[in-house]
């Protein structure tokens, strides 16, 4: 009988452990963090499906020439084939976290973009918005810009 009580608690133990490492939630930055760089890896890789579940559907991308996608026509022309990304990654990413559910990245983005046959090197600077949507971090918009290194403020 003993035997069974000590095994009916370790497994109720056993349990406990497992339901409070499952239930932990990700601090939000980590876990935007994670996020984007799956959406870095899902753009490498051409997969709709995995941008899909990473973007809301509110999303408003604006692209470094000023375009303006919604979430449907940036997946849509990224699976027309005509555009392909590799060595994509982020550096001096700032975060911050303005309200619950909430979380904004600003960084410096660098690729290899191919657009039709010809592949050229890519450096941004951008903002991606996330947002917690029913416990899923999905981006609502980014905003790209190539710098130009020249500042139209005049010097003090």
Known sequence: MKKISYLLGWFAMMIGIAVGVTCAAEA?????LRADQARLAAMMAGDGAALGKLMSDELAFVHSDGRIESKADYVKNMLAGDTAYKDAKTS?????????????????????????????????????????????????????????????????
């Open 92 to 156: 001096d990413v700032r975060t911050m976290e303005p309200a619950p559910g909430v979380v904004i990245l600003i960084g410096a983005q660098q690729m290899t973009k191919r657009l039709g046959p010809s592949w050229s090197e890519i450096k941004l600077k951008f903002m991606a918005v996330w947002r917690n949507e029913g416990s899923t971090w999905r981006m609502v918009a980014w905003q790209s810009m190539r710098p130009s290194g020249n500042s139209v403020v005049p010097g003090k």
């Open 28 to 32: 939000p930055v980590a876990a935007v």
